[in-house]
């Protein structure tokens, strides 16, 4: 049974930081996508940040890209989401997901496919305050 856990979450004054963790169980870890998202209160869930473990291709999307660091440890079954200079719109819940096996590895660009991850994390909440 493939099952995700996020933790590393909680609460910061803008400008800080925090390191979001996802450790995955129950596949392989040596060619998947694994991607993280977040939604804000009343808003729609959308993606971030995407890793490629074969190779650690990644993507970024515009709203983070220069403040946050995706990584890969194998080894530990874990994905990282190193976050920096947070601002208050980053507040959300993240969630992390895998697309397993990944069969064509295009993460660089188009990022992790919503409607196609496999498997989700329940979430770690993330505020960020002024």
């Known amino acids: 049974e493939v099952q995700l856990v996020e933790s590393g979450g909680g609460s910061v004054q803008a400008g800080g930081s925090l390191r979001l963790s996802c450790t995955g169980t129950?596949?392989?870890?040596?060619?998947?996508?694994i991607g993280w998202f977040r939604q804000a209160p009343g808003k729609a869930r959308v993606g971030i940040s995407c890793?490629?473990?074969?190779?650690?291709?990644?993507y970024y999307d515009d709203s983070v890209k220069g403040r946050f660091a995706i990584s890969s440890d194998n080894a530990k079954n874990t994905v990282y989401l190193q976050m920096n200079s947070l601002r208050p719109e980053d507040t959300a819940t993240y969630y992390c997901?895998?697309?397993?096996?990944?069969?064509?590895?295009?993460?660089?660009?188009?990022?992790?496919?919503?409607?196609?991850?496999?498997?989700w994390g329940k979430g770690t909440p993330v505020t960020v305050s002024t």
């Open positions: 997901a895998v697309l397993t096996p990944l069969r064509f590895n295009d993460i660089a660009t188009m990022g992790c496919p919503y409607y196609g991850m496999h498997y």
């Open positions: 129950g596949f392989t870890f040596e060619n998947d996508a």
């Open positions: 890793i490629a473990t074969s190779d650690g291709s990644a």
